[in-house]
Structure formats: structure tokens, C-alpha cells
């Protein structure tokens, strides 16, 4: 079997995959490792000695929570997930990396707290990503100070610890047009909302890859000239990340989840066929 | 609405709040609220409402403090 990946579009924080080749049960799993099972880094303890700001400690420690931290060396660094759940974060420096806030106000001083003035303690790779995240904002005399505890998780547990914003599968559209019974009446194009039907010195135009399969061209043409599919072996994969991770690496990661779920289940299996003698 | 701009979108879970201040600061400057979006980079509907509906109650709230 041939199979084939191209890169359509790529950001920072965002990839666009064109698989060619690759069954859609297969790519639908590697969206579903991406958001549930590759691990990041995330604050998931913290402790408060003080805090006279407006905002509750249990706010603070959500807005913490969601805040991405840099992920790439920790993912290697630190023990995985299922292995720091029972460990307390205070003794555990192979679990958890600490991170600290202190921030206080003079007399009648407002500041904001950014994502930027939490540093990291223990280890300098596990800091936030973005710098300018509001968390806090502190009025005249008012003080937080807290340690923050991270550790590696998955998304399946907390959606803080999934390493995607969005991650969509979607189909590649086939538009065929009968040249036979289209008049160039030019209506498909009107409705396009993406420009994929366009009349063009005097015949019709058709881009699949603008195509969002919306099906308003086959609703708006008088003739029934058009038709509108999808491609079976042609799929789009698109990654975007929190930041935590580059969209590259999470999908390395959530390959590797893959194999190692398929793995653990053919060796449970194995141990049934030997149980059973045969 | 919250009191203090969310670090996420509520619906996708995208990170909104790092762009918070260059929205409020933009629109100040008297641009279009829906061209700073674009700028931006904010594509989906759901995080845009998020800037344009949010109303910053913790400058008010700043003032007092809790009791502890």
C-alpha cells in the first residue's frame, strides 16, 4: 500500500496534514491520542501563603492550571503521568517541577500579574509559554504569594494537560461539474462562500482544495450539473496546539501512544492464547 | 461573563488571554474591534465572542480587598 503526507499549511502553533493512502479509523485515532493521551506539563498543585487580591485562591489556581508551560524537554525529563499521582508534590523533584509567584502593591498602586511573573524554582525549561496572560490583578496594598507544583498529565484526565486547542479530521472534497449540462450561468459561483467554483474565460473552474463541502453550489445550480463527494483515501489532518508542544511533536507523540496501546493489547492477547493452551 | 478575562476559550479551549491587552489596546486606538480580531490571528467565532462580550469587572472589584 502507498500512502503519502504533505505539509498544506504550517504556523507556529498550527499544522495542516493532507494523508494520502491512510484509512480515516487510523487518522481519528491520532486526533483522539493528540487530545487525550500525549502528556504535558501543567500546574496541578499550589500551595498559598498569602493572597488579599479580589480573586479566590481556587480561581487563581484554575487560571494557573490552564496556563501552558513548555513541554518539550519536561515530556522526556519527568516520570509519566501514571506514575506521579500517588507522589507528594512537595518531595518530588522527578514528578514535579515548582514555580513561583510573589507579587505585592504599595499605597494606591494597581498592577496586573502576568503569566510572565511566575518563575520557575527548579526547573528553567518549565515556564509559561505566553507572557502577557492576565492572572491576577492586585489593588492598592494588596499581596500573592504561592508556590505552584507541575507535573507531566494526560488530556484524558484535565483538559489543561491536552496539548491541542483543536484537532479535526476532515474529508477531501471530489466536485465534479457536467460540462455537458452546465449552462456558465454563474450562480455556484455566487454562492461559494470560498471561492471553489469560479467562471473563467468561458468555462467553470473547479478547486476541490478550497472546497469546504457545503453543498451550496449543488443547491443553487438550476441544472443539476453538479456533484459533490468525497475522496476515500484522501483525508485531512489538522493540529492546533496550546503552546505546550510544536503541532509537530504532538503528532510524533501521539503515534507513539498509538503503538504502545497496540502493543499492550497484542501481549494481553498473547498471554490469553497462552493461557488457553493454544 | 467573568471578572477577570479567561486565561481560554470557554467553547475551544484556544489561548485567548495573552491577547487580551492588544485587543483592548487596539480598540482604544479606534480601530474596528473585528479588524484587531483578525490582526490577531482570532479565527473562530466562539473565541471572538469572548473578547467582545467581555466586560473587565476586576478593575472595579481591585479596590476592595477580601477579608481574609
Known sequence: ?278 | MMVIFPVRCFTCGAVIGDKFEAFIKGVKSGKEPGKVLDELGIKRYCCRRMFISHLNLIEELVMYSRKV
Not at chain 1, 516520570?79 to 494606591?108: F, H, I, N, W
Not at chain 1, 507572557?131 to 489593588?139: A, E, N, Q, S
Request: aromatic share 6%; glycine share 6%; net charge negative.
Open chain 1, 1 to 278: 500500500m502507498s500512502y503519502s503526507v504533505t505539509v498544506v499549511e504550517k504556523g507556529r502553533n498550527y499544522v495542516r496534514l493532507l494523508f494520502r493512502g491512510v484509512p480515516l479509523a487510523l487518522l481519528n485515532a491520532v486526533r483522539r491520542a493528540s487530545m487525550e493521551y500525549v502528556p504535558t506539563m501543567a500546574i496541578d498543585f499550589v500551595t498559598f501563603n498569602n493572597n488579599t487580591s479580589p480573586l479566590h485562591d481556587e480561581i487563581i489556581a484554575h487560571r494557573l492550571g490552564l496556563t501552558p508551560l513548555y513541554s518539550e524537554e519536561a515530556i522526556r525529563k519527568y516520570r509519566g503521568p501514571e506514575e506521579c499521582v500517588d507522589v507528594s508534590p512537595e518531595v518530588s523533584t522527578d514528578c514535579y517541577a515548582v514555580l513561583s509567584l510573589q507579587e505585592s502593591t504599595g499605597d494606591g498602586e494597581v498592577k496586573t500579574v502576568y503569566s510572565s511573573d511566575l518563575k520557575p524554582v527548579t526547573d528553567p525549561d518549565v515556564k509559561p509559554v505566553y507572557d502577557k496572560i492576565p492572572l491576577i490583578v492586585l489593588g492598592p496594598k494588596q499581596e500573592v504569594s504561592l508556590d505552584a507544583y507541575a507535573r507531566l498529565g494526560r488530556g484524558v484526565d484535565h483538559i489543561k494537560w491536552s496539548p491541542v486547542t483543536t484537532a479535526v479530521v476532515t474529508y477531501s472534497a471530489r466536485l465534479n461539474v457536467d460540462l455537458g449540462l452546465c449552462t456558465l450561468c454563474g450562480k455556484c459561483a455566487e454562492v461559494c462562500p470560498r471561492g471553489a467554483l469560479t467562471i473563467e474565460g468561458g468555462t467553470i473552474v473547479a478547486r476541490e482544495e478550497k472546497c469546504i463541502l457545503c453543498r451550496q453550489c449543488v443547491r443553487a445550480c438550476p441544472v443539476e450539473a453538479i456533484s459533490l463527494g468525497f475522496k476515500e483515501d484522501e483525508f485531512y489532518l489538522d493540529i492546533e496546539s496550546s503552546g505546550a508542544l510544536r503541532p509537530e511533536t504532538v503528532i510524533v507523540e501521539a503515534f507513539k501512544v498509538i503503538t504502545s496501546k497496540l502493543d499492550a493489547f497484542l501481549s494481553a492477547l498473547n498471554s490469553i492464547k497462552a493461557q488457553s493452551g493454544g
